[in-house]
Protein backbone atom coordinates (compact mmCIF):
# COMPACT_ATOMS: atom_id res chain seq x y z
CA UNK A 1 0.00 0.00 0.00
CA UNK A 2 1.54 3.07 -1.31
CA UNK A 3 1.81 6.22 1.43
CA UNK A 4 0.85 8.83 -1.94
CA UNK A 5 -2.08 8.03 -2.95
CA UNK A 6 -3.32 8.16 -6.56
CA UNK A 7 -6.44 7.17 -8.31
CA UNK A 8 -6.67 4.06 -10.04
CA UNK A 9 -7.59 5.39 -13.40
CA UNK A 10 -8.81 8.26 -15.25
CA UNK A 11 -9.69 8.84 -18.84
CA UNK A 12 -10.47 11.59 -21.64
CA UNK A 13 -11.21 12.45 -25.03
CA UNK A 14 -8.70 13.87 -27.69
CA UNK A 15 -8.22 17.20 -27.38
CA UNK A 16 -9.82 17.45 -23.42
CA UNK A 17 -7.76 18.47 -20.09
CA UNK A 18 -7.52 15.67 -18.21
CA UNK A 19 -5.74 15.92 -13.73
CA UNK A 20 -4.38 13.47 -11.87
CA UNK A 21 -3.88 13.60 -8.09
CA UNK A 22 -1.71 12.46 -5.33
CA UNK A 23 -2.18 13.24 -1.92
CA UNK A 24 0.21 12.28 0.86
CA UNK A 25 0.97 14.16 4.24
CA UNK A 26 3.40 16.08 6.15
CA UNK A 27 6.18 14.62 5.79
CA UNK A 28 6.68 14.24 2.43
CA UNK A 29 4.66 16.14 -0.11
CA UNK A 30 4.02 18.97 2.43
CA UNK A 31 7.63 19.03 2.76
CA UNK A 32 9.94 18.24 -0.37
CA UNK A 33 9.48 18.71 -3.73
CA UNK A 34 6.92 16.03 -6.19
CA UNK A 35 8.17 14.75 -8.90
CA UNK A 36 5.74 12.82 -12.34
CA UNK A 37 6.88 10.35 -14.31
CA UNK A 38 5.13 8.79 -17.12
CA UNK A 39 5.79 4.99 -17.92
CA UNK A 40 4.99 2.94 -20.55
CA UNK A 41 6.06 -1.24 -20.50
CA UNK A 42 9.08 -2.22 -21.35
CA UNK A 43 10.68 1.22 -21.16
CA UNK A 44 12.32 3.50 -18.66
CA UNK A 45 9.69 5.69 -16.30
CA UNK A 46 10.30 8.98 -18.29
CA UNK A 47 10.43 12.34 -16.27
CA UNK A 48 7.53 14.93 -16.30
CA UNK A 49 7.89 17.32 -13.79
CA UNK A 50 10.49 18.01 -11.35
CA UNK A 51 10.33 20.42 -8.36
CA UNK A 52 6.88 20.72 -8.06
CA UNK A 53 6.25 22.23 -11.37
CA UNK A 54 9.39 22.33 -13.45
CA UNK A 55 9.93 20.46 -16.89
CA UNK A 56 13.05 18.82 -18.30
CA UNK A 57 13.45 20.10 -21.67
CA UNK A 58 11.41 18.19 -24.41
CA UNK A 59 8.43 17.89 -22.43
CA UNK A 60 5.57 19.92 -23.80
CA UNK A 61 3.65 23.37 -21.97
CA UNK A 62 0.73 21.42 -22.21
CA UNK A 63 1.98 19.29 -19.37
CA UNK A 64 1.72 21.16 -16.07
CA UNK A 65 2.03 20.52 -11.95
CA UNK A 66 1.50 21.98 -9.05
CA UNK A 67 1.11 21.72 -5.54
CA UNK A 68 -0.91 22.48 -2.24
CA UNK A 69 -0.30 21.33 1.30
CA UNK A 70 0.45 18.01 1.31
CA UNK A 71 -1.80 16.92 -2.49
CA UNK A 72 0.02 17.50 -5.49
CA UNK A 73 -1.60 17.14 -8.96
CA UNK A 74 -0.92 16.66 -13.19
CA UNK A 75 -2.31 18.20 -15.18
CA UNK A 76 -2.37 17.29 -19.12
CA UNK A 77 -4.03 19.35 -21.57
CA UNK A 78 -4.91 18.91 -25.17
CA UNK A 79 -4.53 15.06 -24.85
CA UNK A 80 -3.29 13.28 -27.52
CA UNK A 81 -3.62 9.26 -27.85
CA UNK A 82 0.48 9.02 -27.20
CA UNK A 83 -0.67 9.97 -23.66
CA UNK A 84 -2.12 6.30 -22.82
CA UNK A 85 -0.14 5.19 -19.79
CA UNK A 86 0.68 5.03 -16.59
CA UNK A 87 1.26 8.20 -14.56
CA UNK A 88 3.12 8.13 -10.95
CA UNK A 89 3.83 10.61 -8.55
CA UNK A 90 6.66 10.86 -6.03
CA UNK A 91 8.69 12.67 -3.36
CA UNK A 92 10.93 12.30 -0.84
CA UNK A 93 9.54 11.49 3.15
CA UNK A 94 12.02 12.93 5.68
CA UNK A 95 10.29 10.29 8.36
CA UNK A 96 10.85 7.64 6.16
CA UNK A 97 14.15 8.54 5.17
CA UNK A 98 12.64 6.67 1.83
CA UNK A 99 11.70 7.39 -1.40
CA UNK A 100 7.84 7.44 -2.20
CA UNK A 101 6.03 6.47 -5.26
CA UNK A 102 2.10 7.18 -5.63
CA UNK A 103 0.21 3.86 -6.53
CA UNK A 104 0.18 5.32 -10.62
CA UNK A 105 -3.14 6.52 -12.42
CA UNK A 106 -3.61 4.66 -15.92
CA UNK A 107 -4.95 7.43 -18.29
CA UNK A 108 -6.55 6.05 -20.77
CA UNK A 109 -7.72 8.04 -24.04
CA UNK A 110 -10.80 7.57 -25.44
CA UNK B 1 27.69 9.96 -22.79
CA UNK B 2 26.09 9.30 -19.21
CA UNK B 3 24.56 5.54 -18.93
CA UNK B 4 23.59 2.86 -16.30
CA UNK B 5 24.44 -0.83 -17.67
CA UNK B 6 22.36 -3.79 -15.75
CA UNK B 7 23.53 -6.93 -15.22
CA UNK B 8 22.26 -10.08 -13.60
CA UNK B 9 20.34 -13.03 -13.93
CA UNK B 10 16.40 -12.73 -14.94
CA UNK B 11 15.30 -16.06 -13.14
CA UNK B 12 15.95 -17.12 -9.40
CA UNK B 13 14.50 -19.54 -7.35
CA UNK B 14 12.63 -18.90 -4.21
CA UNK B 15 14.29 -18.38 -0.86
CA UNK B 16 17.47 -17.87 -3.06
CA UNK B 17 19.22 -14.59 -3.55
CA UNK B 18 18.34 -11.55 -6.15
CA UNK B 19 21.91 -10.00 -7.17
CA UNK B 20 22.17 -6.95 -9.63
CA UNK B 21 24.94 -4.84 -10.83
CA UNK B 22 24.31 -1.10 -12.03
CA UNK B 23 27.64 -0.27 -14.53
CA UNK B 24 28.14 3.33 -14.09
CA UNK B 25 29.41 5.35 -17.66
CA UNK B 26 29.58 9.65 -17.43
CA UNK B 27 29.55 10.01 -13.09
CA UNK B 28 31.11 8.64 -10.30
CA UNK B 29 29.50 5.79 -7.75
CA UNK B 30 31.66 8.41 -5.39
CA UNK B 31 30.01 11.39 -6.43
CA UNK B 32 29.12 14.01 -3.56
CA UNK B 33 25.79 15.23 -5.01
CA UNK B 34 24.33 12.00 -6.66
CA UNK B 35 22.69 9.31 -5.34
CA UNK B 36 22.33 5.73 -6.85
CA UNK B 37 18.75 3.92 -6.33
CA UNK B 38 17.06 0.33 -7.33
CA UNK B 39 13.78 0.52 -8.53
CA UNK B 40 11.35 -2.36 -9.24
CA UNK B 41 8.02 -2.33 -10.98
CA UNK B 42 5.28 -5.07 -10.93
CA UNK B 43 1.77 -5.09 -12.49
CA UNK B 44 0.77 -5.47 -9.06
CA UNK B 45 2.56 -3.00 -7.07
CA UNK B 46 3.18 -0.15 -9.23
CA UNK B 47 6.55 1.85 -9.25
CA UNK B 48 8.77 0.63 -5.94
CA UNK B 49 11.87 2.20 -4.67
CA UNK B 50 14.10 -0.25 -2.76
CA UNK B 51 16.89 1.66 -1.50
CA UNK B 52 20.25 3.70 -2.22
CA UNK B 53 23.64 4.46 -1.30
CA UNK B 54 25.44 7.31 -1.63
CA UNK B 55 28.76 9.57 -0.66
CA UNK B 56 29.13 12.20 1.53
CA UNK B 57 32.53 12.10 2.89
CA UNK B 58 31.29 8.27 3.91
CA UNK B 59 29.03 5.73 2.86
CA UNK B 60 25.64 5.85 3.28
CA UNK B 61 22.57 3.87 2.87
CA UNK B 62 18.59 4.49 3.06
CA UNK B 63 16.58 1.70 2.66
CA UNK B 64 12.74 0.87 1.94
CA UNK B 65 10.80 -0.36 5.28
CA UNK B 66 8.98 -3.42 2.81
CA UNK B 67 12.73 -4.79 2.02
CA UNK B 68 14.71 -3.31 4.58
CA UNK B 69 15.56 -6.48 6.53
CA UNK B 70 16.95 -8.35 3.53
CA UNK B 71 18.54 -5.81 1.37
CA UNK B 72 21.77 -4.30 0.65
CA UNK B 73 22.77 -1.91 -1.86
CA UNK B 74 26.90 -1.80 -1.64
CA UNK B 75 29.07 0.48 -4.11
CA UNK B 76 32.04 -0.98 -6.09
CA UNK B 77 34.45 2.08 -6.54
CA UNK B 78 37.13 0.05 -8.72
CA UNK B 79 34.56 -0.84 -10.72
CA UNK B 80 32.65 1.92 -11.02
CA UNK B 81 29.24 0.31 -10.20
CA UNK B 82 26.85 -0.66 -7.47
CA UNK B 83 24.76 -3.56 -6.68
CA UNK B 84 21.53 -4.91 -5.06
CA UNK B 85 21.12 -7.91 -3.11
CA UNK B 86 17.73 -8.97 -2.54
CA UNK B 87 17.50 -12.22 -0.13
CA UNK B 88 15.08 -14.62 0.56
CA UNK B 89 13.35 -14.19 -2.48
CA UNK B 90 9.29 -14.78 -3.08
CA UNK B 91 7.14 -14.85 -6.02
CA UNK B 92 6.12 -11.91 -4.81
CA UNK B 93 9.79 -10.36 -5.57
CA UNK B 94 9.00 -11.10 -9.68
CA UNK B 95 9.58 -7.45 -11.15
CA UNK B 96 11.26 -5.38 -13.75
CA UNK B 97 13.97 -3.85 -11.73
CA UNK B 98 15.88 -0.65 -12.45
CA UNK B 99 18.62 0.97 -11.31
CA UNK B 100 18.59 5.18 -11.26
CA UNK B 101 20.88 8.01 -10.03
CA UNK B 102 18.95 10.51 -8.03
CA UNK B 103 19.99 14.18 -7.93
CA UNK B 104 16.98 15.39 -6.28
CA UNK B 105 15.11 13.41 -8.90
CA UNK B 106 15.76 10.12 -10.72
CA UNK B 107 17.06 11.87 -13.37
CA UNK B 108 19.34 8.55 -15.18
CA UNK B 109 17.95 4.82 -15.32
CA UNK B 110 19.10 1.73 -16.60
CA UNK B 111 16.99 -0.18 -18.98
CA UNK B 112 15.48 -2.74 -16.73
CA UNK B 113 15.65 -5.92 -15.96
CA UNK B 114 12.96 -8.78 -15.60
CA UNK B 115 13.37 -11.34 -12.42
CA UNK B 116 11.68 -13.60 -12.40
CA UNK B 117 11.14 -15.82 -9.03
CA UNK B 118 10.31 -19.19 -9.59
CA UNK B 119 11.47 -22.78 -8.79
Known amino acids: QSVLTQPPSASGTPGQRVTISCSGG????????VIWYQHLPGTAPKLLIYNNNQRPSGVPDRLSGSTSGTSASLAIGGLQSEDEADYYC???????????FGGGTKLTVL | QEQLQQSGPGLVKPSQTLSLTCAIS??????????WNWIRQSPSRGLEWLGRTYYRSKWNNDYALSVKSRILVKPDTSKNQFSLQLNSVTPEDTAVYYC?????????WGRGTLVTVSS
Open chain 1, 26 to 33: SSNIGRNA
Open chain 1, 90 to 100: AAWDGSLNAWL
Open chain 2, 100 to 108: ARSLGYFDL
Open chain 2, 26 to 35: GDSVSSNSAA
